[in-house]
């Protein structure tokens, strides 16, 4: 996937960072939080940022390469690849 690419998403991962860090090779389009909480990333672009108080259902329309275990509080998220 091109930095360019912003078509729709065709793939979901789920997002487990109980274990640590969890890379995402490909680049991600959004994320779908499924339980209210914080999602810690890096960005796609470079450095890492926490997003607070993200609300059950929501859509995140960000591009992270990686979700990080510290500050991460939102559960069921998922990776829209």
Same mark, same amino acid.
């Given at each position: 996937?091109s930095a360019k690419d912003i078509g /729709?998403?065709?793939? #979901?991962?789920?997002?487990?960072? +109980?274990?640590?860090?969890?890379?995402?090779?490909?680049?991600?389009? #959004?994320?779908?939080?499924?339980? #209210?909480?914080?999602?810690?990333?890096?960005?796609?672009?470079?450095?890492? %940022?926490? /997003?607070?108080?993200?609300?059950?259902?929501?859509?995140?329309? %960000?591009?992270? +390469?990686?979700?990080?275990?510290?500050?991460?509080?939102?559960?069921?998220?998922?990776?829209?690849?």
């Amino acid at each position: 996937m091109s930095a360019k690419d912003i078509g /729709f998403s065709e793939k #979901a991962v789920a997002i487990d960072v +109980s274990g640590g860090n969890q890379a995402l090779p490909l680049g991600c389009r #959004a994320f779908y939080i499924g339980g #209210a909480g914080n999602l810690a990333v890096t960005m796609w672009g470079g450095g890492d %940022i926490t /997003f607070s108080g993200l609300t059950a259902g929501s859509i995140l329309p %960000i591009r992270a +390469s990686a979700v990080l275990n510290s500050g991460t509080t939102a559960t069921l998220v998922r990776a829209l690849l």
